[in-house]
């Protein structure tokens, strides 16, 4: 099937993403959430360490948006990013190895938890710095309308990449050039411990987005069929040449910015509240009222991901440390090394047997 762009130029569509199994997307948001948790309880007994930011509460927006790609499509995140891993089909040994800092990583231990890297699934980053993903995006985005290829480009990122010079460049441009970026901001209402209203004049994020020339729209982040829908409508848009799309994804953080963080900014009020629009028990809950889940269907799903938390973490235990003698390969980039795009390509899995 082919598309013809606003441009007048015709581009074939890329594989589209299965229909969305709202099943299979609880058991992603479960392998994430019950994923996160076993690395709070890891980052205590100090087999993680460094930066440890948690997406629990925001499991939807990972599993909708990345639901909606096709695997030709490119991915830049953030540091809260073991979610989007996740989704993307990182598998999880990988991932919990790169937290170990283990050379069975999927960025060979050499990332961390901020800085996950998958070429192989189009997985690039894992940003520590704020709204530093989004150039790169529109970058990719770019360099994919020049090639000619109906490849759609996601950046994910925090509301506090509004404040940032890196998210107004990106976005001007993005809308100039009608580049095939979907940019989804991921508003859990807080900055670290600033609130969105002590940091912006205008909290009207869509309205902000669409000042630049694009389509912009929010989304009930905590919804993961309602981020699904919306996703798949930006991707289908961008792919087709309608430009840049901007999604606000209406979520939630439930733990602390980091592990560092006290947590002292808002009412525990506040907490209570979100969770009882908890998007994991959400979707459950609808699935029972449709007669789709039973009780006994919701524990397999439990003990399916507790199984592969846990071999994640034997794995990531028993998993080798890079030999010393390795400490300088990579800082520079060898011929012998450079895989696709001069970056080097780590195998974990394939891609079909590697989704979550
Ligand atoms: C350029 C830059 N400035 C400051 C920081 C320190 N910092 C780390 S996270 C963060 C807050 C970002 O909040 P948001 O974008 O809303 O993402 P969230 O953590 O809520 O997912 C800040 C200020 C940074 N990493 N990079
Ligand atoms: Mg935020």
């Not at 800092?101 to 800085?115: E, I, L, N, P």
């Not at 925090?158 to 809308?175: D, R, T």
């Not at 792919?239 to 963080?261: I, W």
């Amino acid at each position: 099937m082919t598309t013809t762009r606003t441009d007048g130029t015709v581009a074939p569509r890329a594989t589209t993403p299965s229909e969305p199994d709202p099943l299979e997307m609880l058991r992603q948001m479960i392998l994430i959430r019950r994923f996160e948790e076993k690395c709070v309880e890891l980052y205590s007994a100090t087999s993680i360490r460094g930066f440890l930011h948690l997406c629990i509460g925001e499991e939807a927006t990972a599993v909708g948006v990345l639901g909606a790609l096709g695997p030709e499509d490119n991915v830049v995140s953030t540091y809260r990013e073991h979610g989007h891993a996740l989704a993307r089909g990182v598998p999880p040994d990988a991932v919990m190895a790169e937290l170990y800092g283990k050379a069975s990583g999927c960025s060979r231990g050499r990332g961390g938890s901020m800085h996950l890297f998958d070429v192989s699934r189009r997985f690039y980053g894992g940003h520590a710095i704020v709204a530093g993903g989004i150039p790169m995006a529109v970058g990719l985005a770019l360099a994919a309308s020049m090639q000619g290829r109906p490849v759609v480009t996601v950046a994910i990122f925090g509301e506090g990449a509004f404040a940032e010079g890196e998210f107004h460049e990106s976005a001007n441009l993005a809308a100039l050039w009608r580049l095939p970026v979907v940019l989804c901001c991921e508003n859990n209402r807080y900055a670290m411990g600033t609130a969105l209203p002590r940091e912006h004049a205008n909290t009207d994020l869509p309205e902000r987005a669409a000042s630049y020339g694009m389509t912009a729209r929010s989304v009930d982040g905590m919804d993961v069929e309602a981020v699904r829908a919306a996703a798949e409508q930006a991707v289908a848009e961008a792919r087709e040449g309608a430009g840049p799309v901007f999604l606000e994804l209406r979520t939630y953080r439930y733990r602390a910015h980091s592990m560092y963080d006290p947590d002292r900014y808002r009412d525990k009020s506040e907490i209570e509240h979100f969770h009882e629009l908890d998007p994991v028990t959400t979707l459950a809950g609808r699935l029972r009222a449709a007669g789709r889940l039973t009780h006994e269907g919701l524990a397999a799903i439990e003990a399916e991901v507790a199984t592969e938390v846990d071999a994640a973490v034997a794995a990531a235990e028993a998993g080798p440390w890079e030999p010393v003698a390795d400490l300088e390969r990579f800082v520079t980039t060898r011929p012998e090394d450079a895989g696709e795009g001069g970056a080097v390509p780590v195998a974990h899995g394939t891609q079909e047997g590697g989704r979550p």
